[in-house]
C-alpha cells in the first residue's frame, strides 16, 4: 500500500521559515517524479516545486528562490523548505509522486503564515 505523509506544518510569521516533510512508503521516491503543490482557500491547486528523475527541479515563480526542494533517498523522505515566507504563501501543502499512470497524493499539511 502506497502512502504518502506530509508534516511540517503549521503557524509562522511573514518572513519565517519552515520545512516540510513526506515520507514515503511503498514506493521509492527516486524514481518518482516527486511534487508538492498546494491550495490556498477558494483557490486550485498549483505546482510549488517539481523533482524529476533527470535530477532537475523546477520551482513556481512566486516560489523560486524562496523555497527549496530536497531529498533523502535513504529514508524516502522528500523536503521543502520554506523561507521568507509570506501570506500569500499560506495553503495546504501536498506531497506528490508521480510516474506514468502512478500517481499518489498525500492528504496535506496546512501552512498558515500570519502576525
Known amino acids: 500500500q502506497v502512502q504518502l505523509v506530509e508534516s511540517g506544518g503549521g503557524l509562522v510569521q511573514p518572513g519565517g521559515s519552515l520545512r516540510l516533510s513526506c515520507k514515503a512508503s511503498?514506493?521509492?521516491?527516486?524514481?518518482?517524479?516527486m511534487g508538492w503543490y498546494r491550495q490556498a482557500p477558494g483557490k486550485q491547486r498549483e505546482l510549488v516545486a517539481r523533482?524529476?528523475?533527470?535530477?532537475?527541479?523546477n520551482y513556481a515563480h512566486s516560489v523560486k528562490g524562496r523555497f527549496t526542494m530536497s531529498r533523502d533517498n535513504a529514508q524516502n523522505i522528500e523536503y521543502l523548505q520554506m523561507n521568507s515566507l509570506m501570506p500569500d504563501d499560506t495553503a495546504v501543502y501536498y506531497c506528490n509522486a508521480l510516474r506514468g499512470l502512478e500517481d499518489y497524493w498525500g492528504k496535506g499539511t496546512l501552512v498558515t503564515v500570519s502576525s
Open positions: 523533482f524529476g528523475t533527470d535530477g532537475e527541479t
Open positions: 511503498g514506493i521509492r521516491i527516486s524514481v518518482f517524479v
